[in-house]
């Protein structure tokens, strides 16, 4: 089970994870994959089962099916930091989700406790 961390401790991270977000730059969700292709010339080696030719794709889903976009040698270095960014930024995401959740979760078991207690107290009066 995870530690218990004050309300206020947790709020502090999500922040610091807020702040993270802002500091990033451009992303793009998808795949960035390096692959090899035809060009399409029918004189060149690849069209008689040769060696193909290196290029970079990025690929994603739009309704369920796979979408992918080439990327030019020129920015494929760039468009591949854009994929590692939207990654990061995806996982700062989910570390929010959760950090949120157990603040939700640890205020209704607080509640409950201090309901019990205050129960447990209006007995003891009633009995003394």
Not at 43 to 67: E, F, N
Not at 78 to 99: P, T
Request: a positive charge; charged letters at 35%; glycine letters at 8%.
């Amino acid at each position: 089970m995870k530690e218990r961390i004050s309300t206020e401790m947790l709020k502090q991270r999500i922040g610091a994870r807020i702040r993270k977000l802002g500091e990033s730059g451009i992303f793009i969700s998808g795949s960035f994959v390096r692959t090899d292709r035809k060009c399409g010339n029918p004189s060149c080696r690849c069209a008689d089962g040769g060696k193909k030719h290196p290029c970079c794709l990025l690929t994603s889903k739009v309704k369920g099916k796979t979408k992918a976009v080439y990327v030019p040698v020129d920015m494929q270095d760039e468009v591949s930091g854009w994929v590692v960014e939207y990654r990061k930024i995806r996982r700062l995401l989910k570390e929010i989700d959760s950090l949120s959740e157990r603040i939700i979760k640890q205020h209704v078991s607080v509640r409950r406790a201090v309901s019990k207690n205050l129960r447990l107290q209006s007995r003891l009066r009633r009995t003394s």
